[in-house]
């Protein structure tokens, strides 16, 4: 059975920082295709930063509004992976949601492609 557990979320002060992590059990991160998703209250759900895998190195994509500001990662020893948040805005306000997807295709933004979701974390940027 696959459990996705986000943690490190809270609330900071614009332009402050957070790391946020996401402990998978019976599911590997290093295996398989892992996204951070958000959700601002009234939005869709948004891909936020997508690490590919299965290529010689390891590649990353973000969505504009992050760029710059955000870094996905993992460590594959321990089965996490983490969200580090620079220079955070009030419009990073959000839930916060690890995914994991076995197969590859289609746009890694698209939230009905995962079959595997964490129970999400609060992340409230105040300015």
């Known amino acids: 059975q696959v459990h996705l557990v986000e943690s490190g979320g809270g609330s900071v002060q614009s332009g402050g920082s957070l790391t946020l992590s996401c402990a998978a059990s019976?599911?590997?991160?290093?295996?398989?295709?892992v996204t951070w998703f958000r959700q601002a209250p009234g939005k869709e759900r948004e891909g936020v930063a997508h690490?590919?895998?299965?290529?010689?190195?390891?590649?990353?994509d973000y969505v504009v509004s992050v760029k710059g500001r955000f870094t996905i990662s993992r460590d594959n020893a321990k089965n996490k992976l983490y969200l580090q948040m620079h220079n955070l805005k009030p419009a990073d306000t959000a839930m916060y949601y690890c995914?994991?997807?076995?197969?590859?295709?289609?746009?890694?933004?698209?939230?009905?492609?995962?079959?595997?979701w964490g129970q999400g974390i609060n992340v409230t940027v105040s300015s």
């Open positions: 019976g599911y590997s991160v290093g295996s398989n295709f």
């Open positions: 690490i590919y895998t299965r290529l010689s190195r390891p590649a990353t």
């Open positions: 995914a994991g997807r076995s197969t590859s295709g289609g746009t890694w933004r698209e939230p009905a492609r995962y079959g595997y």
